[in-house]
């Protein structure tokens, strides 16, 4: 998660070779920016500078981009299919290629354009369900394995004072995204490059979405929304959609009293679903030291598998994004947090290069309209269906 710390000074790496300039957005949890620079104070062929950047890091890193004082190598939120094809970044798929097959392929495939690898994912961040089990245990209910069970589970738990399920202030229009459709056992953009989600069962599970809503199931006005695990910890709601970040608080505040899952399933063609990301490192092609640039990356995020665990895991919590270091690291091999690795590397999934911002809109004002006012969600999603194949085809035209 982001918040508001860290500073905007750098420092050099050990190397006595070429400088090289290295960005980062600023993470939130303590220790974060001192590692960084450790590790590039530890590189011997370069001497890296590392800038720890607040503010609006992606327009930032735009707009520097675009001229010759950006970064050599930078965190990035992608890299975006314009910055690709504008070619504002280089070509790392011989970087990475010998342990290509290590990566999480669910945050690998989203940096990945004709066949060529564009960006090197660093940590992956996910969203799970969290439940009370002694709350379900006193209502009866057994964890759900469907979106059907979901639904009836989370009315079942709702009581004068604890609602079912929270899913953000908004009823989940923010956070949810394609994970129904996923869970349904679509996609977003399908494999004849059109929209994903032109099917009869994407309507059904938005449907029940809604029905959380109508059934006054859902947590709603929370004095903290889905990414804080208060109102789970507070007791205000005996499950709560949010992020694996947040395990390690919810741990410690209610020990072994919790369980997590994934998005569940709905359908005969559904699969549990769960959403993934990782920032990736990318290489700058304005870069004046294109060769050193690149080796450091690789260096960095493919080589030292030791820097990597340890960004991942002990300032924050975070799956590493190599499948072999996930599967060693201790804190990951044992209750919630195992499942949670469990779950990404089965069930995760990104959102594709093509799927751009005004897809995203278009999908989530219409996921506004069924879950809060009861729209018909097939009228909502042939519209949907409309303006995203038109996108595409804009997209591809370029």
């Not at 640039?293 to 990597?308: E, I, N």
């Amino acid at each position: 998660m982001l918040a508001a710390c860290g500073s905007n000074t750098g420092r050099g790496g050990g190397g006595s070779g070429p400088a090289i300039s290295q960005w980062y957005h600023q993470y939130g949890e303590a220790g974060a920016e001192q590692a960084v620079k450790r590790y590039a104070a530890a590189y011997q062929k370069a001497a890296v500078t590392v800038q720890w950047r607040p503010g609006d890091y992606d327009r930032q890193t735009a707009a520097a981009l675009l001229t010759d004082s950006g970064p050599d190598v930078f965190e990035v939120n992608g890299p975006l299919l314009d910055q690709i094809r504008g070619g504002q970044v280089t070509d790392l798929t011989a970087e990475v290629e010998p342990v290509k097959d290590d990566f999480n392929q669910a945050v690998l495939a989203p940096k990945i354009w004709q066949d060529k690898i564009w960006g090197i994912p660093q940590t992956i961040d996910m969203q799970l369900l969290y439940y009370r089990k002694s709350l379900l245990k006193d209502a009866g209910v057994e964890p759900p394995q469907s979106l059907d069970e979901l639904v009836d589970a989370a009315k079942k738990l709702t009581t004068k004072n604890v609602k079912g399920l929270f899913l953000g202030n908004d009823g989940g229009v923010g956070v949810l995204g394609g994970t129904p459709l996923f869970a349904a056992g679509l996609s977003l953009i399908g494999d004849d490059g059109k929209a994903g989600f032109d099917d009869p069962a994407a309507a059904r599970a938005l449907g029940k979405i809604h029905q959380l809503y109508a059934d006054r199931s859902l947590l709603l006005g929370a004095p903290t929304d889905w990414s804080d695990p208060s109102a789970f910890i507070q007791g205000l709601t005996a499950m709560q959609w949010s992020g694996l970040w947040a395990l390690p608080q919810v741990k410690k505040a209610l020990g072994d009293d919790f369980g997590v899952l994934p998005f569940p399933k709905d359908g005969p063609g559904g699969k549990p679903s769960v959403p993934v990301g990782a920032y990736g490192a990318a290489v700058s092609a304005r870069s004046k030291r294109m060769a050193e640039a690149k080796a450091y990356a690789k260096w960095l995020w493919v080589d030292r598998t030791d820097y990597q665990q340890d960004f991942a895991l002990s300032y924050g919590f975070h799956i590493p994004a190599r499948i072999s270091l996930a599967k060693k690291a201790e804190q990951l091999r044992t209750g919630p947090a195992a499942d949670a690795v469990r779950f990404a590397t089965e069930y995760g999934y990104s959102e594709p290069l093509l799927w751009t911002t005004a897809d995203r809109t278009a999908y989530q004002d219409a996921l506004s309209r069924i879950i809060k006012d009861g729209a018909h969600p097939e009228t909502e999603l042939k519209s949907v269906i409309r303006q995203v194949n038109a996108e595409l085809q804009r997209v591809k035209k370029k």
